[in-house]
């Protein structure tokens, strides 16, 4: 499995916000923000990369909640090389539904091989936040 960082600053605003709020629900913000000052955690989000295949199946557009519509996954597929990483916790996909969705798409219409997918893992850093999750990965 490798092994990279990023800083939370990389990310979408609301990816951002989405993981700042998980450690502030978790009584661990200042693990990453001190002051409004990113910490070292902050500077350097711990990333690795798995095989597409060990994530979960998804579906989209499954649930009342889910107002993202065509449209928005189409142009998710038009970026698939910009898309944010996925969030997991505890070996569990928490954010990135719909990316994983594109990935699969794309992987399936353009690869012969499979490809690896990079996420943010916050495994021992907070718990398996209290939202539903999207599923496990693969061992």
């Known amino acids: 499995m490798l092994s990279y960082t990023m800083s939370l600053s990389e990310l979408p605003e609301d990816q951002m916000t989405l993981i700042l709020d998980m450690f502030e629900d978790a009584g661990k913000r200042e693990l990453l923000m001190v002051d409004n000052e990113l ?23 499954n649930h009342p909640s889910d107002s993202r519509d065509d449209a928005y996954l189409e142009r998710m597929k038009s970026a698939i ?29 353009n690869f012969a091989f499979e490809p690896r997918v990079i996420y943010i893992d916050l495994t021992g850093l907070i718990p398996l936040p209290l939202v539903p999750y999207v599923g496990k990965l693969k061992d």
């Open 81 to 109: 090389g910009d898309l944010p990483p996925l969030v997991c916790v505890d070996g569990h996909l928490v954010d990135g539904r719909h990316r994983l969705f594109c990935y699969r798409h794309h992987h399936i219409l």
């Open 39 to 61: 910490t070292p955690l902050g500077r350097t989000l711990p990333l690795k990369s798995t095989f597409l295949s060990n994530f979960p199946e998804v579906v989209i557009n």
